[in-house]
T-cell receptor
């Protein structure tokens, strides 16, 4: 099992450019998440999905969009990149039932710099 | 709103010393999870505690869940340089148990 795979690992964007961060999981997890982590800081939830076709905003959704057309894939779209979006982006997945959730599996991250 | 807080934010210890990080929630939690993030790495799930007063051990790591299920601790005995990293606690959001709220983490530095 590959777990959660994120691409690319590094990217430099110019202000105003757009890009898509890819995330795929092969564990048949129903929940998927996108977090950003700024240097020395904790994890902030951008968007999450409870299953294919269902997405919802997290704490910091502005400037981002997501889609979940399949259980496996959960891409994050950055439109009109801004320096404030310089960060490390982590995709994660988990299996959650009505009774609770299990541990998250994180991808290795995408380090994005906007210049 | 619901908050999960960790203290201390940073801790520097000499190799061989013990280390403890504390996690406090503003609400009662159904469970608490702990993650470790090595420098430059990604968070890795360590453990989940579910029962009030639960204590679990993983080698030199001891995890506790408070009786009121609002606090937790991670204790490392005789730290090693391999313990370096940031330790996060996380609990389910009251509104959606599939979503975790993470503490801000405790960064551990170990001097050899």
């Amino acid at each position: 099992n590959a777990g959660v795979t994120q691409t690319p690992k590094f990217r430099i964007l110019k202000i105003g450019q757009s890009m898509t961060l890819q995330c795929a999981q092969d564990m048949n997890h129903n929940y998927m998440y996108w977090y950003r982590q700024d240097p020395g800081m904790g994890l902030k939830l951008i968007y999450y999905s409870v299953g294919a076709g269902i997405t919802d905003k997290g704490e910091v959704p502005n400037g981002y969009n997501v889609s979940r057309s399949t259980t496996e894939d959960f891409p994050l779209r950055l439109e009109l990149a801004a320096p404030s979006q310089t960060s490390v982006y982590f995709c994660a997945s988990s299996f959650s039932t009505g009774q609770g959730n299990y541990g998250y599996t994180f991808g290795s991250g995408t380090r994005l710099t906007v210049v | 709103g619901q908050q999960v807080m960790q203290i201390p934010q940073y801790q520097h210890v000499q190799e061989g010393e013990d280390f403890t990080t504390y996690c406090n929630s503003s609400t009662t939690l159904s469970n608490i999870q702990w993650y470790k993030q090595r420098p430059g790495g990604h968070p890795v799930f360590l453990i989940q505690l579910v029962k009030s007063g639960e204590v679990k051990k993983q080698k030199r790591l001891t995890f506790q869940f408070g009786e009121a299920k609002k606090n937790s601790s991670l204790h490392i005995t005789a730290t090693q340089t391999t313990d370096v990293g940031t330790y996060f606690c996380a609990g389910p959001r009251s509104s959606n148990t599939g979503k975790l709220i993470f503490g801000q983490g405790t960064t551990l530095q170990v001097k050899p």
